[in-house]
């Protein structure tokens, strides 16, 4: 087998190890030609990877599947409230994931955090019926920017990590894995593009709206990260240049305007004037609008329209086929409103008209997506690692 063959065999099993599909799919996701996905498909089912039927040429119609195999993908989000794992036998549908999740992040710090993530990580992997050491991959996912060509953090490196911090060395070694990280909301977008009911989308932006603001762009199955890692952080755009000083240094940026600290000091000045307490969390920002507090439901309405102004200038810029808003934020349609408002009245109308091909919808992924993403990052990883070419 010539060393090319053997490179896109491994790339065509990696892509249904992702996520089972046609040879049609598996070529449209890998940039392979179908005749070349075909003739991978005949090779691994000789080597007893996949079904022998999926090799058939009268086949191509249908679902490329992995033979039950013990190998299992994680993916991890490290959030800074939350972190959440994922970990799936890669024999398994893409959404018969078992889960763990935390509410408590690594806004404590990266080593304190440490000790209760590989504890979930152990517990995601049980819950699969497999154990540790049948981990192939690992993914993880940051609010911070990742540098493509070193995966360090790419300054200025803020809290909670500090120099030094390697959560992908950390983890990769304690599993013996190679681990891959990047950018949540990058990750976000991948895993919605891969597994949203729009994946033949070209072009994808995901925005995650929770703690902070971020935004991942999928361009033709690809990631846009830029040259440092930088593209996409729409949360650090300046929309008030008099305004509040940000933790990356500048003044007015989104962030500061509807992060979740931002939001939570809107509702507790409003309450100040009033006899009810302040809320802590965003998460009792979002309760409270559910419950129809008027306060908090003005606060996450105010915050969409905001963040769709935002958006508008990133859709004349893009044209994206798809926006997905995702993140804690998300979870209130009243985001979703606001955001609708300000994209039709500030954005070019051929980039956002109604019945167009363009549609603004929230993540059909949930909080999972930037976990999610991360395990199609982890698997991505494989294509320059070396798992057995048998």
Known sequence: MTPTRGVNRKKV????????????????RTMLS???????????????????????????????????????GVGVHLGFNHITVVARRLDKEFDQVSATVSGEGVSRGWHRALPEVKEMIEEAIEATGRRRTDVLS???????????RTAEFTPPILPPWRPGDDPAGDLGAWLGVRAVIDNDANLGALAEQTYGTRENAETVVYV?????????????????????GMAGEIGHLTVDPEGTVCQCGGRGCLETVIGADALIAQVRAARARGSAAGPETLEQVLRAAHEQDA???????DAGRRLGHALAQLCNMLNPDLVVVGGQLAESRLLLEGCNESLHRFALPGAVAEGSEFALTLSELGTRAEAQGALVLGLRGQESAGIPQT
């Not at 099993?13 to 449209?28: N, S």
């Not at 999926?54 to 195999?69: F, Q």
């Not at 690992?138 to 493509?148: E, Q, S, T, Y």
């Not at 306060?295 to 309405?301: E, L, Y």
């Open 138 to 148: 690992l993914g993880i996912a940051v609010p911070r920017m990742i540098n493509p």
């Open 34 to 72: 179908q005749a070349t996905v075909s003739t991978a498909v005949r090779e691994l089912a000789t080597a007893g990877l996949v079904p022998e039927a999926k090799a058939e040429g009268k086949s191509r119609g249908g679902k490329v599947t992995l033979v039950p195999v013990d190998d299992v």
């Open 13 to 28: 099993l990696l892509a249904v190890a992702i996520k089972a599909g046609t040879q049609v799919d598996i070529a449209r």
């Open 295 to 301: 306060v908090c439901m003005r606060v996450i309405h």
């Open 208 to 228: 995650k709206a929770s703690t902070g603001v971020g935004a991942g762009i999928i361009v033709h199955n690809s990631v846009l990260r830029g040259h440092g």
